[in-house]
């Protein structure tokens, strides 16, 4: 087995230093090879020299240079390592990463009980100290660390906040394996991460037009992910990020989540639309949520009459070109409604809609931001799915939906709760959620039992209908009201609100 270690770095000599001197250390058994290919972005710190010096203590040592220039950024560097590695499996590292010296068998341990080291197997290293924020202490704890006490010095240091890697508790949990989650790929770091070569290549390296800073190694996960990779938490070969002094900026945030929407732009997907919203450890929670949202019991539920339909039909869908119906999970709802686009919040509903609506275009969307340019559809039906969202998302969802449509129609029932959204949350199992990881602070918790016990989850909301036409109203949108209520056979009172 032959694994391939790329390392991009640009201006980090002292840096790059110390991790190809714990690579120098690594203890490798006979039948196992590895490679280490240094990338150098365009630095002027003397990193070719830096490389150079350690020829002699690798077998396979690779430097390759590309000049600095406008499009320069870590994912263009890690792609050309990609393709001029031959190992089997490709470790991405960053400069400033060191690992302790059984980090290569490590790795090689966890694909020998793989059919083959052509697997879809990603590991995702924890890596210590990854916090960017890091002060002066951070700098001298690590004076005296060296490639013989580094295990010594990680069991006695990686509990303390500076040096935690948010993932490791979720890792914990569920012991390593996480393709229970419903977005694995969100812990997708490429400080550290190691993936089979073919698959890597597979779904083409990383994304080299996202510029700046943040995201470009999730969207790289991501696809690994939609390629059917099946991601693991590495806690043995695990790797150390060297502190720096840094912060996160207003400008590394914004760039990073202009990242996130060009994400999004790029895959148009439910779980990416809201990843720009929802920050980190968030993403998860509120997937597992839509995935278990089950909106079969919301208007229009099963007791709605064909007639009611037929009449919502004749009102505002016949006679246009193009129309889009959201919060639908019946597929003889949505045909007898016979809008020309639907959206799907859930997989399952995606693909059931997508089979059995052939003339009906169906999209794997909530509604917040959508391919569709201005006033695209003549009118938007929508239930009482609103409801269920975060007021933030609420916002954004309006607000784009008065963007793409017309005319928006909301088909609602009464006011009251259901079960599901009324569920009572045991206050020892709220998480925290820090300020910086959202524009808006969701109720995150932790499931206490059933078949997803120990994930977390958002909270279920439920808005009254002043609350939604309180907003509308806030917003300038004007929308069209229809109150249903079940177990009759007309449209009820239609209303504009203003």
């Not at 430097?63 to 890690?78: I, T, V, W």
């Not at 720009?276 to 929670?285: A, D, E, H, N, R």
């Not at 449509?405 to 020892?428: F, K, N, Y």
Request: aromatic fraction near 10%; charge should be negative; charged fraction near 20%.
């Amino acid at each position: 087995m032959k694994i391939s270690f790329v390392i991009p770095s640009y201006n980090s000599a002292p840096h790059l230093v110390q991790g190809l001197t714990f690579l120098a250390s690594q203890q490798l058994d006979q039948e196992l090879e590895m490679e280490v290919i240094v990338v150098d972005d365009g630095s002027s710190d003397g990193t070719k020299e830096a490389v150079a010096s350690f020829h002699a203590q690798f077998h396979n040592l690779l430097y390759l240079f590309r000049p600095r220039d406008e499009l320069s950024n870590r994912a263009r560097a890690r792609n050309i390592g990609l393709e001029q590695a031959s190992g089997d499996l490709i470790c991405f590292l960053d400069a400033g990463i060191v690992v302790p010296s059984t980090f290569t068998k490590g790795i090689a341990a966890q694909y020998a009980t793989t059919a083959s080291v052509t697997s879809r197997l990603v590991l995702l290293h924890v890596i210590y100290g990854v916090p960017l924020d890091t002060d002066n202490s951070g700098l001298s704890a690590i004076e005296n660390l060296n490639p013989y006490n580094f295990q010594q010095w990680v069991e006695q240091n990686k509990d303390a906040s500076i040096w935690q890697d948010y993932r490791e508790p979720t890792f914990k949990m569920l012991r390593d394996r996480l393709d229970g989650l419903p977005a694995p790929w969100e812990f997708g770091l490429a400080g550290a991460i190691t993936v089979p070569a073919s698959l890597a290549r597979q779904v083409n390296g990383f994304d080299d037009t996202f510029m700046g800073w943040g995201t470009e190694d999730i969207e790289f996960a991501y696809r690994l992910y939609l390629a059917g990779a099946s991601f693991r938490g590495e806690r043995q070969a695990y790797a150390l990020h060297l502190p720096h002094p840094t912060s996160l900026t207003e400008q590394k945030m914004l760039s990073d989540r202009n990242n996130r929407i060009r994400m999004h732009h790029k895959h148009y997907r439910m779980e990416t639309e809201l990843f720009v919203y929802y920050q980190g450890l968030l993403i998860g929670p509120v997937l597992e949520k839509m995935h278990q949202l089950d909106l079969t019991h919301l208007w229009p539920a099963n007791t709605v009459s064909a007639l009611t339909l037929n009449e919502i039909r004749n009102k505002y869908i016949r006679g246009t070109s193009r129309s889009l119906l959201l919060g639908i999970e019946q597929p003889a709802v949505a045909k007898e409604l016979n809008t020309s686009h639907l959206f799907a919040h859930r997989q399952k509903s995606y693909e059931q809609l997508t089979k059995e609506l052939e003339g009906q275009q169906t999209f794997h969307l909530i509604g917040c931001d959508t391919p569709f340019t201005d006033h695209f559809f003549d009118v938007v039906i929508m239930t009482d799915y609103i409801r269920v969202f975060h007021p933030y998302m609420q916002r954004m969802l309006l607000q784009e939906l008065h963007r793409i449509a017309r005319q928006v129609v909301w088909i609602h029932g009464d006011d009251h709760m259901p079960a599901w959204a009324s569920e009572t949350l045991m206050e020892q199992n709220k998480i925290d959620v820090p300020s910086v990881l959202a524009r808006f602070q969701p109720d995150i918790y932790i499931v206490s039992s059933g078949l997803r016990k120990g994930h977390l989850k958002e909270r279920n909301y439920w808005s009254s209908i002043q609350d939604v036409t309180d907003l509308c109203a806030e917003l300038n949108i004007p929308i069209h009201l229809e109150n249903i209520i079940t177990g009759t056979q007309a449209v009820g009172e239609s209303i504009d609100v203003h």
